[in-house]
């Protein structure tokens, strides 16, 4: 199974969830401190909410998640034969889950794509080393900025 995601900077995660819980009618996947992920199922859909103070209602960046490595595979050997700029990613730990992925690079107005399957949880947002950046953003924040690292290809969801 194959389903858009949707990654959200909020101000007040408490408050998203509340918001997102009612307009879906599902609780979160996954929660975190700063963090909450919905697998909603009508319609498919993966939206990531990171707490991310004075970015409220703007874009993080946006994914596919895919059923499997072989899935993410695939995905990347067809956009690599249209001439796509991509970013590969191999076990790698963000957003409280092992993954492996790869980003879409140069998006024509900034914006951050990510094909990727879930391999395993996290007990933390970016694995060990809590010191990498991920989603776009600096190490110490749960989502950094829209679009930043992100769009370079480094570490996310």
Known sequence: MS????????NDIDEAVAFYSKLFG??????RPGYANFAITDPPLKLVLMENPGQGGSLNHLGVEVASTSAADAEQTRLAATGLALADERDTTCCYAKQDKFWVKDAPNGE?????TVLQDSATFYGADD????????AGSAAGTAAGTAAAGTSCC
């Open 3 to 10: 389903r858009v995601q949707l990654a959200l900077n909020v």
């Open 112 to 116: 951050s794509w990510e094909f990727y």
């Open 26 to 31: 599902s609780e979160p996947a996954k929660r």
């Open 131 to 138: 010191s990498q950046a991920c989603c776009g953003g600096s």
